[in-house]
């Protein structure tokens, strides 16, 4: 094919992709009056921060007049605690997923065990289960043991949500480490840990850390288990997106802000670790 | 330093060469995770709460029962179904075709690939706020977009039409995850040796001819793993449907897991934990058919 028509047409597809995004962003810019203008305003809009100003407070001392009464910016729609149980509960997950996951998965690649891969086929299997399936009976069990409606319960639940992941793909990239280095270590009388945590894990250090940036994601993102198994104690950014839907209509330039500030730090995690991106979606059974 | 001794924790335990102590965290938070579910979503299949008494009843078999005879069952299983299939196939045939044009050394072809990541990262439910607003009744873009070309008659909406809605959500689901099978489709495309591509050349075969006898064999087990990923996360999927459509109108959107879902929020704690375990009996079948049959590794 002509070299300059796949240009073209790579471009265009990166832009039709990127599109939305884009839109998203300008929603949460937007004054409403430009929101719903038709045909759309993609870029002679007036820009207003107002909708980030009353998410995040930005402004502390920006003061709105609301039915007579003056209050502090922010208000309703106020979410940073949202922002903070989001980010306790992605590296509270992330820490407890990835310290489960090393070990099973040096194990796995060092230490064959009888049946290894019908518990691989195993760990599989329990990354196909629908989270409905797991969040029920989830909600009867945390209910009996108080761990309802607590950043400890949903951090659990999301640490088992991405240990197939993190072992599938911890095992593919100690699997990459040639096992001489044990062999000659052992011999040499180091203990089993001493060469697993002085010498394979700085090996693996890259690994580590892309796996770690997609249990991040995967928690950052996730919706289902926290929609059943919080009240109101806490809320991630995904489920209290869909709050700005109400009855008298919707919020969409705050609900474009939180959006927007909840999508640019995961796109620059996922820029930094591109480079293993194929083998993580992969679980580790694709190379790049 | 005398690494025996400096690292040896207290009885030795880590240090076992045995892989016990290595794997029982992760044994322990898999029973909790896979087998205690399992076996609680089977119990609560069997059980149902009775508003009247107030309490969790045994109640044998009228759930399986209720689920077999339930219309909005059938129709949810078969939305699953039809959203599974046709989200996989366009997402792999259009994934394929974009993995063809930007599998490139050329400048440029690496942020085209770049840029393509960025949809993977963001949260299922806030990809369906920005289609909700796109494909609003009345100032989305989308519905404009298909208004002003005639596709749609003036008063159509898309999410609240019985036939389009389906459609609406399985639009965000492709727009989020073409990118998915592209990226691995370009990672296989890419570690593909170049000698049977450069001999096919040199003995005249024409470029599709190439693809259907080289490039698709020779893939086969990316795009397998891809398919199985891909697949897996369909069946699964319910952030869209629960922002869009909330499985409306009527029941026309409700996917299995919605309705496990709202059944679970009705009180109907028995039925819905049937519906679910009934979805996750499902895939746990095919998916390991597939493992098998497609010769999948891990």
Redesign the interface.
């Known amino acids: 094919m002509n ?1 300059v028509l ?2 073209v ?3 265009f ?2 832009a039709v ?2 599109f ?2 884009y ?2 962003i300008t ?1 949460s810019i937007k004054k409403d009056k430009d ?6 305003k993609l870029f002679n809009f007036d820009i207003s921060l107002e909708a980030y100003e009353e998410v995040f407070g930005i402004s502390r001392f920006l003061y709105v007049e609301d039915m007579g009464a003056v209050r502090p910016g922010g208000g309703d729609f106020y979410m940073m605690p949202n922002l903070v149980d989001s980010i306790i509960i992605a590296l509270g997950s992330t820490g407890l997923a990835m ?3 090393i ?2 998965a ?3 690649s060092r ?1 064959p ?1 009888r049946g290894q891969q019908h518990f ?15 969040a ?6 945390y209910k009996n043991i108080g761990l309802m409606d607590t950043h400890l319960g949903i951090i659990i639940i999301h ?3 991405n ?1 197939p992941l993190a ?2 793909l911890m095992k593919s990239f100690f699997d990459d480490i040639p096992k001489d280095i044990d062999e000659a270590a052992l011999l040499d ?6 060469v697993f ?2 010498l394979i894990v700085p090996l693996a250090i890259g690994g580590i850390a892309a796996t770690a940036v997609l249990c991040f ?1 995967f928690s ?5 288990f926290v ?2 198994l919080t009240q109101t104690g806490l809320k991630t ?3 209290v ?2 709050s700005f ?1 109400t009855s008298t209509g ?1 919020a ?1 330039d705050n ?2 802000a939180l ?1 927007t500030a ?2 640019i730090p ?2 620059i ?3 930094l670790v ?1 480079r293993h ?2 083998r993580g ?8 | 330093m005398d690494s025996k001794k400096s690292y040896s924790l207290p009885g030795g335990f880590i240090n076992s060469d045995s892989s016990l102590p290595w794997l029982l965290p992760l044994i322990t938070m898999l029973v909790v995770f896979a087998i205690i579910p399992f076996f609680y979503n089977i119990y609560l299949s069997f059980h149902e709460f009775v508003p009247a008494k107030r309490a969790l009843l045994f109640v044998g078999w009228d759930n399986w029962i209720r689920l077999f005879t339930d219309e909005v069952f059938w129709g949810s299983l078969k939305v699953s179904l039809y959203y599974t299939f046709m989200c996989l196939a366009i997402q792999l045939v259009l994934g394929m075709g974009i993995a063809l044009l930007i599998d490139s050394d050329d400048p440029g072809f690496g942020i085209i690939r770049s840029i393509l990541t960025l949809t993977l990262v963001i949260p299922p439910a806030i990809a369906g706020m920005i289609f909700l607003i796109m494909e609003d009744a009345n100032y989305g873009l989308i519905t404009w977009g298909l208004k002003s070309m005639g596709l749609i008659g003036q008063e159509d909406t898309i999410l609240a039409d019985p036939t389009l809605a389906l459609w609406g959500v399985m639009l965000v689901d492709i727009w989020q995850w073409t990118p998915f099978m592209v990226l691995i489709l370009v990672a296989g495309l890419r570690s593909l040796p170049s000698e049977p591509f450069e001999s096919a050349m040199i003995d005249g075969a024409r470029p599709f001819q190439v693809f259907r006898r080289l490039t698709l064999p020779m893939l086969h087990k990316v795009i397998a793993v891809a398919v199985l990923i891909r697949g897996i996360d369909l069946w699964r999927m319910v952030d869209y449907v629960f922002v869009l459509t909330s499985g409306g109108p009527g029941t026309s959107t409700y996917t299995l897991s919605l309705y496990a879902w709202q059944r679970f929020t009705f009180v109907q704690w028995g039925y819905g934990a049937t519906i679910s375990l009934f979805s996750l009996i499902v895939i746990l079948i095919v998916g390991n058919a597939f493992i098998h049959f497609a010769k999948v590794k891990w």
């Not at chain 1, 929101?35 to 759309?40: E, N, Q, R, S, V």
């Not at chain 1, 950052?220 to 289902?224: A, D, L, N």
């Not at chain 1, 979606?281 to 790049?288: C, M, R, Y």
């Open positions: 070299k796949k240009q047409l790579g471009w597809t990166a992709f990127f939305p995004i839109f998203w929603v929101i719903f203008a038709l045909p759309p310290l489960i996951s070990l099973g040096y194990s796995l230490i065990i691989m086929g195993w760990i599989l299997s329990t990354r196909m289960m629908p989270p409905v399936a797991v029920i009976p989830m909600f009867f069990i640490a088992l949500m240990l072992v599938l009388g180091a203990s089993r840990f001493y945590w002085r994601i950052w993102t996730e919706f289902i929609l059943i950014i995904p489920v997106s869909t839907v919707t969409w609900m474009a959006g909840a999508i995961a796109f995690f996922i820029l591109q991106l194929v979606l992969t679980l580790g059974s694709v190379k790049q």
